[in-house]
């Protein structure tokens, strides 16, 4: 799939075609999306929230790779211990040996790879 096709998907499927875009780079698929806040929230309501986040995506030794490589708000990066110091964590390795969704997901895979513009998931049979 390309880049440009996962975006018109995103687009067709989800009122997010003006909130959100998805790019790819060699193993790596970043969103950067748009957020409008409540006015009624505390500080900083009724602004638009920017918010990017990248992870790495590939297959290696039968498994794929899922890696949260970061999350920056407004373009100041959210540090790891907000995300549960899961930035750079294999989370299929981490939580694949448990029963849920990261042991299915993996199961399901055979392959993934990425490049710019474009994502393969080739699912088992």
Do not use: C, R
């Not at 999350?71 to 981490?94: F, Q, R, T, Y």
């Amino acid at each position: 799939m390309s880049e440009k096709e996962l975006n018109a998907l995103l687009a067709n499927s989800t009122d997010m075609a003006e909130k959100a875009v998805i790019d790819l780079a060699d193993n790596l698929a970043s969103a950067k999306i748009l957020l409008p806040l409540d006015p009624e929230f505390p500080f900083i309501g009724g602004k638009t929230l920017k918010v990017n986040a990248g992870m790495e995506l590939a297959y290696a030794n039968n498994n794929p790779i899922i890696k949260l490589k970061g999350v920056s708000v407004w373009g100041v990066p959210v540090p790891n211990a907000w995300l549960g110091n899961l930035k750079n964590v294999d989370l299929v390795n981490e939580f694949g040996g448990d029963a849920g969704f990261w042991q299915s997901f993996a199961a399901g895979v055979e392959d993934i790879h990425v490049e710019e513009g474009h994502l393969l998931i080739k699912l088992k049979e």
